[in-house]
C-alpha cells in the first residue's frame, strides 16, 4: 500500500469548475475548459487542485446542495470528462481532491424527496425529523441574516426538519449507519475515478449530535473520523481528507486524533483569522499566539494554511476589538461584509491591489507551518463585484485574456458576470498580459512557489517564533531534518531594522543565505543579525547556508 504523505509538502490550488474556463461557449465553465488550462497550472507549479462541488445540484448554494452525489452536473460535463480531466491532471504531477458534501443534500435530492413522502419511506430515517418546532430553532444559524431559521416545516411531511444552512440543504441524519456507509460508498467511487482525497465541508456538522432535544452544544462523534480515514486507507493507502472545521485549538487533536487515526489534514482557521488580523494591525503577536496554539498535530497531521477562499473571511473567532480593526482596515462599508462575522472581497482589493503588500500577505502564506492553499485568480491579483449577493462577489469568472469576458468564454452570458470595469477589470488583471511581464504577481507566485517546494522544513519541520523587540514583525525559524530556515517579515507600511540571534547557538547561525535576492547576512560579534527590512518586506534565510539536499546526503 502506498502511503506517501504528499500533502505535507504540497501546492494545493482551489478553482470552481464552473468559472474557470468554458470550452462549449455556454457561458458555463466546465471540465473540457479547465484540461486546457492544465498546463497553465502544472506551469505555476501547484501540486493539487481542490475542485469545489461539481455534481449535480440545483446549484442554489454553488453546488453545495447536492441532489446527485454520483454525477457530473451536466452543465460542466460527463463522468467521462471528469475521468479524462483526473488522467490529465496525473499526467502532468498534479493531484485532485474534490469536495464532499454531506452534512446535507439539496432538498431535490431523490432521499429527501422520498423521505419527505412517506413516513415509511427507507429514507424517512436519513434525515433529521421534528413533529413540534424545537426551541432551539432560531438558534446556531450558519447564514445569520439571511437564514431565519435551523427547522423549517414541510407540508408534505408533515414534520419540521433541521437544516444547519440553507432551507434547501435538509441535513443528513448522519448518525445513522446506513448514511455512514453511504457517506463512504461515496467516496469509494471518486477514488475510483482518481482522485486523491477530500475537502470534507461543514465537518463538525457532520459528527455532530442532530435532532429537536439536542441542545446549543451538541455532542461529537469524533470517532465517525477514524472510520471514514480508515476506509480511505484501505481503499487508496495515500488519500487524504482536508477537514472544513472552523473550530478553537483546544479541540484541534480530536480532528487529528492523538496517533494520527483520523483526518490528515485541517483548514487552520485560527491563524486564518489572526494572520489577518496582523495585516491589519501590523501587530503580530495574536498570529504568534495561534501558531503556537495550533503548533501541535498528529505526525502525519497536517494543517491547510489559507488566506481567502470562496467564503466570507470569517472573524468570528477575534476579539470584538481586534474584529473591528480588521472591518476597519479591509472591510469598512457594511457592503463588504456579511453575516455579522466576515469580510466578502477578495485579497487584492481589501489589500488595496498593492503588489508589495500582496507579496507580503503571499509570502507569509507560504512560510506558514502547514501546506498552503491558494485561490484561483489570487495569482494575478483578482477583484470582486461588491454588486453580487453574499459570497458570489468573489466568485466571478477566472481572467485569462483582455478579450471579451476576460477569455473565460466565447458566450455574452456568463455563469456570473466577469469583472470588466475599474482597476480590477480583465483590460487591467489578466493572466495573458501578466505571463509577459517578468515582475507581474503572476510571475512573482511561480517563483515563490518553486521556493517554497525547495524549503520542505517548512511544511516538514517543527518550527519556533522567535521574540522580537518590535511587534511589527514576525521571524520563524524552521527546523528539520538539522537543516534551517529563517522567514522574516515586516507586515508595516514602514521599514523596519530588527536584531536577531538566531538561537542556535554554534557556527551555523552566523550566516543567513538569502534564498530570493543576494543580499545575505554575517552575524555581528555577539552573534545577532540585524537586518534591514523595507516597508512590507520580506526575507527567506537557510541558516548556515548549506543547501538542504546537501546536508541531507550526510545523514
Ligand atoms: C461550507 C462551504 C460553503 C457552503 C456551506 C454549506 O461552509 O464552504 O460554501 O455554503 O458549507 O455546504
Not at 431523490?110 to 418546532?133: L, T
Not at 470588466?420 to 512573482?444: I, K, T
Request: with cysteine.
Amino acid at each position: 500500500m502506498i502511503n506517501d504523505l504528499w500533502y505535507k509538502n504540497a501546492v494545493i490550488y482551489c478553482l470552481s469548475v464552473e468559472t474557470f474556463m468554458d470550452a462549449n461557449g455556454d457561458g458555463v465553465g466546465d471540465f473540457q475548459g479547465l484540461m486546457r488550462r492544465l498546463d497553465y497550472l502544472a506551469g505555476l507549479g501547484v501540486t493539487a487542485l481542490w475542485l469545489m462541488p461539481f455534481q449535480r445540484s440545483p446549484g442554489r448554494d454553488d453546488g453545495y446542495d447536492v441532489s446527485d452525489y454520483y454525477a457530473v452536473d451536466p452543465r460542466y460535463g460527463t463522468l467521462g470528462d471528469f475521468v479524462e480531466f483526473t488522467h490529465a491532471a496525473k499526467q502532468r504531477g498534479l493531484r485532485v481532491l474534490i469536495d464532499l458534501v454531506v452534512n446535507h443534500t439539496s432538498d431535490q435530492h431523490p432521499w429527501f424527496q422520498s423521505a419527505r413522502q412517506d413516513p415509511a419511506s427507507p429514507y424517512r430515517d436519513w434525515y433529521v425529523w421534528s413533529d413540534k418546532k424545537p426551541k432551539n430553532a432560531d438558534k446556531g444559524m450558519v447564514f445569520p441574516g439571511v437564514q431565519e431559521t435551523t427547522w423549517t416545516w414541510d407540508d408534505k411531511a408533515g414534520a419540521f426538519y433541521f437544516h444547519r444552512f440553507y432551507d434547501f440543504q435538509p441535513d443528513l441524519n448522519t448518525a445513522n449507519p446506513l448514511v455512514q456507509a453511504e457517506i463512504l460508498k461515496i467516496m469509494g467511487f471518486w477514488i475510483q475515478l482518481g482522485v486523491s482525497g477530500f475537502r470534507m465541508d461543514a465537518a463538525p456538522f457532520v459528527i455532530s449530535a442532530k435532532g429537536p432535544d439536542v441542545g446549543d452544544e451538541p455532542a461529537l462523534d469524533y470517532d465517525m473520523l477514524r472510520t471514514f480515514r480508515e476506509f480511505l486507507q484501505w481503499r487508496q493507502g495515500d488519500a487524504i481528507v482536508l477537514c472544513e472545521a472552523n473550530v478553537l485549538p483546544d479541540t484541534d487533536m480530536d480532528y487529528f486524533g492523538d496517533d494520527g487515526e483520523r483526518m490528515q489534514m485541517m483548514f487552520n482557521f485560527q491563524v486564518n483569522q489572526n494572520l489577518f488580523y496582523a495585516l491589519a494591525s501590523a501587530d503580530t503577536r495574536p498570529l504568534a499566539k495561534a501558531l503556537k496554539a495550533t503548533a501541535k498535530k498528529s505526525s502525519t497531521g497536517q494543517w491547510g494554511m489559507f488566506l481567502r477562499n470562496h467564503d466570507e473571511l470569517d472573524l468570528g473567532r477575534l476579539a470584538d476589538d481586534q474584529r473591528q480593526t480588521v472591518f476597519q482596515a479591509f472591510g469598512p462599508d457594511p457592503g463588504m461584509q456579511l453575516y455579522d462575522r466576515g469580510i466578502r472581497r477578495r485579497l487584492a482589493p481589501m489589500l488595496e491591489g498593492g503588489q508589495r503588500r500582496l507579496e507580503l500577505a503571499y509570502s507569509l502564506l507560504f512560510t506558514m507551518p502547514g501546506t498552503p492553499v491558494i485561490r484561483y485568480g489570487d495569482e494575478i491579483g483578482m477583484g470582486d463585484d461588491l454588486s453580487l449577493p453574499e459570497r458570489n462577489c468573489a466568485r466571478t469568472p477566472m481572467q485569462w485574456s483582455g478579450e471579451p469576458q476576460g477569455g473565460f468564454t466565447k458566450s455574452d452570458k456568463p455563469v456570473l458576470p466577469v469583472i470588466a470595469d475599474g482597476p480590477y477589470g480583465f483590460g487591467h488583471v489578466n493572466a495573458a498580459e501578466q505571463r509577459r511581464q517578468p515582475g507581474s504577481l503572476l510571475n512573482w507566485t511561480e517563483r515563490i512557489i518553486r521556493m517554497r517546494k525547495e524549503v520542505p522544513e517548512i511544511g516538514w519541520g517543527t518550527f519556533e517564533v522567535l521574540r522580537l523587540r518590535d511587534p511589527a514583525v514576525l521571524a520563524v525559524r524552521y527546523a528539520w531534518r538539522r537543516n534551517h530556515v529563517l522567514c522574516v517579515h515586516n507586515l508595516s507600511h514602514a521599514p523596519r531594522e530588527v536584531s536577531i540571534d538566531v538561537g542556535l547557538g554554534d557556527e551555523d547561525g552566523r550566516l543567513l543565505v538569502n534564498l530570493l535576492g543576494d543580499e545575505h547576512s554575517r552575524a555581528d560579534e555577539r552573534g545577532r543579525h540585524t537586518l534591514l527590512l523595507e516597508a512590507y518586506g520580506y526575507r527567506w534565510y537557510r541558516i548556515g547556508g548549506l543547501d538542504y539536499l546537501l546536508r541531507r546526503s550526510e545523514i
